[in-house]
């Protein structure tokens, strides 16, 4: 049974910046994609960005330069660096692995707001 489980939402300023981070447990096969997806209300759950077990990276286009997806193999730990963070980035982030199938975390709520 694989299961994630995810850190580091909150409330934040437009501007600041924020660290998401989910440790995935279980039978896991080392060849695998882990990432981010959100959702806003009212809205579809989205891509926000995934990595390889190698290390390819791939961004939404509304977060790239801002977000940086990371990942360490050994803690089967994957991270998204969330920097000049918008209103608009506000949503429920899920972290994701595929691993021969897919696997979701509890969700993690990030808000940006004055």
């Known amino acids: 049974q694989v299961q994630l489980v995810e850190s580091g939402g909150g409330l934040v300023q437009p501007g600041g910046s924020l660290r998401l981070s989910c440790a995935a447990s279980?039978?896991?096969?080392?060849?695998?994609?882990m990432g981010w997806y959100r959702q806003a209300p009212g809205n579809q759950r989205e891509l926000v960005a995934t990595?390889?077990?190698?290390?390819?990276?791939n961004y939404a286009g509304s977060v790239r330069g801002r977000f940086t997806i990371s990942r360490d193999n050994a803690k089967n730990t994957v991270y998204l660096q969330m920097n000049s963070l918008k209103p608009e980035d506000t949503a429920v982030y899920y972290c994701y692995l595929e691993s021969l199938r897919h696997y979701w975390g509890q969700g993690s709520q990030v808000t940006v707001s004055s």
């Open positions: 990595i390889t077990s190698p290390g390819t990276t």
């Open positions: 279980g039978t896991i096969f080392r060849l695998n994609v």
